[in-house]
């Protein structure tokens, strides 16, 4: 099945009021579209994260990222900011594949590293409190955040030692 057929046809159940839940054919298809990615971006204004995020793609076999260098201090006055900040990237550039990592929400809601693809529908994400809780390096949160969101969606690492 295609990845927008798939979309389509769980759409379809869902208003025919037939669809009890997600199956591993749509899980697949997700997959299938992060690891077909061509042009994948991180919107960010420095590398910490990008560096990061492309280790954690290099531990399951997934293409790696480019930082797509925009300024993303607005995405903050909005509700959720990392989705904000995924929104703006795919307005400023042709990924098939975006990865931004910002607030959850109203500060001290944590954070949130969220995976979309070319028309903005989440294809998965990772969470983690907010730093004032977990206290860990940056890296580490990213790290932990992104694994999340791939295992979430049944991708494994092939082998690595990780943060």
Do not use: W
């Not at 009890?20 to 042009?39: H, P, R, W």
């Not at 990924?95 to 903005?120: H, V």
């Amino acid at each position: 099945m295609a990845f927008e057929e798939m979309i389509k046809n769980a759409f379809e159940e869902s208003r025919d009021d037939c669809r009890f839940g997600d199956t591993l054919e749509e899980i697949n298809e997700i997959q299938d579209y992060i690891k077909n990615a061509k042009k994948v971006y991180i919107p960010n204004k420095n590398g910490i994260k990008v560096e990061i995020l492309n280790q954690v793609l290099s531990e399951y076999d997934l293409p790696t990222a480019k930082i797509l260098q925009i300024d993303t201090n607005t995405a903050d006055t909005s509700r959720i900011p990392a989705l904000a900040k995924a929104y703006m990237a795919l307005d400023q550039s042709d990924a098939d594949l975006i990865i931004a990592r910002g607030r959850l929400g109203i500060p001290g809601s944590g954070s949130l590293l969220i995976f979309i693809d070319n028309k903005g529908r989440i294809l998965t994400c990772g969470t983690s409190p907010s730093h004032a809780i977990h206290q860990k390096p940056i890296e580490a949160a990213v790290y932990g955040e992104a694994c999340e969101a791939l295992e979430k969606i049944g991708f494994k690492k092939s082998d690595s030692d990780g943060y």
